[in-house]
């Protein structure tokens, strides 16, 4: 495809570093000479200087050819025209802006092609926040991914010493809890990517990939890891605007306490949160008002400013202090990467939450979901078997006739729509059938290309 970014900051590098990787033609627009530079001599990509929202600028950048437009910039206002200009002036077939306000929601009229023609939103803040409640709500779990509306989870988990999986086979996990429904799709021990067979044992310390039933996911975590008590009481460095709406989406659920540096800050977040939430103005790699504020009692501390490193000390601060569970928001993939396995139990990237939401629009045939797994080396995928046995290169077939890329598979297959759905673990001789919503683990994004290609509908097809 031929796309255009808007923006050189941390999210359009990150969305541009990931597309660039799947030979998509790729051309970024920024005001910033130097920065593009830099980005040009790194990525596969070509930089054009000026402002996005200026009609000669797009068309330098090849807005009469382009598939997309992608608007990352820093500002809603600049995001919103340029996907007018580029639906308007140059017929683009799909635009995606980058917006924080929540008062813009794709689809309202107001989004429409008769108005600022945005035809996908991404905010990565509301991603951030999505993410880190799913991370709250299952402390056990490294990531918490979702699929068919909710219905069935992939979760990941590091394998704890004691736990009832460690030491035993996938097949004897099975065998000793049979009314356990999940399917382990990957198994990487120190970075490298085991194969999840059943005669695979697991060790302490694995990262387990796990498939299941949403509802089920407490008794699959507990099979494999200690089962950790309900996160209650959170301590939340830097009341920016991931800060501001996680402790909102937190009224009532936990006790939360935000150290925030800004005094007119504070005073701003006073204003917007519950009485019962402690403000507090501060650093919050103080170890003397962490002390203070207890924080060796807390479920988990998130350290969530918009400087790494500060986020990155705050966090093993808080863990030394005796911190149950540590996060950090990591924006460099650099740090982030040297972070893993550290004293920091999860290390969060902005631009990765939103590279699946992106992903899912970029994805050739009837793909519902994407998500970006391993820091963007993996990815789980959720297609649609559409048609019949005559057009589908699925529909009508057995799991074992289905010509998976090699290291591919299907994890879970949900069948049904809303309360009557029901979420089947495949097997072998599992057949296909029409409207199936099939979850394949790509260990490698070099390869789906080739999945995406099993969820084209052709003409006729003869397999």
Known sequence: MNIIILGAGRVGESVAESLVSEQNDITMVDMDAARLRLLED????????????????????????????IACAANDDTNLVVCKVAHDVFNIPSTIARLRSPEFVEGDTLLGKTGFAVDHVICPEA???????????????????????????????????GGALVGHTIGEFRQRFPQCEMRVVALYRLDTEMEARPDTRILAGDEVFVLADTQKIRYVLGAIHHIDKPVQRVMIAGGGKVGLRLARSLAGQCEVKIIERDKRRCEYLASQLPSS????????????????????????????????EDNIMSSMLAKRLGANRVMALINRRAYADMMQGSTIDIAISPSQTVIGELLT???????????????????????????????????????????????????????????KSEVLMPHHDTVIEADDHIIIFIPNKRQVREVEKLFQVSATFFG
Not at 391 to 413: D, F, M, N, Y
């Open 42 to 69: 790194r990525l596969d990509l070509r930089g054009v200087v000026g402002n996005g929202i200026q009609p000669s600028v797009l068309k330098e950048a090849g807005a009469k050819d382009a598939d997309m437009v």
């Open 361 to 419: 629009h970029l994805r050739r045939g009837d793909v519902a979901a994407v998500h970006s797994l391993r820091r963007g080396a993996a990815e789980a995928l959720e297609g649609i078997a559409r048609g019949d046995a005559k057009t589908s290169k699925l529909v009508g077939r057995r799991v074992e006739e289905i010509k998976l890329p090699q290291g591919t598979r299907i994890g879970a297959i949900v069948r049904g729509e809303g309360r």
């Open 127 to 161: 991603s951030v926040t999505r993410y880190i409640h799913q991370l709250i709500s299952y402390p056990e779990a490294l990531q918490v991914l979702e699929f068919a509306e909710g219905r069935a989870s992939l979760i990941v988990v590091r394998a704890a010493h």
């Open 277 to 308: 939430m402690l403000i507090l103005n501060g650093d919050g790699a103080d170890e003397d008002l962490l002390l203070d504020e207890n924080v060796g009692e807390m479920d988990m501390f998130l350290a969530l400013t918009s400087d790494d």
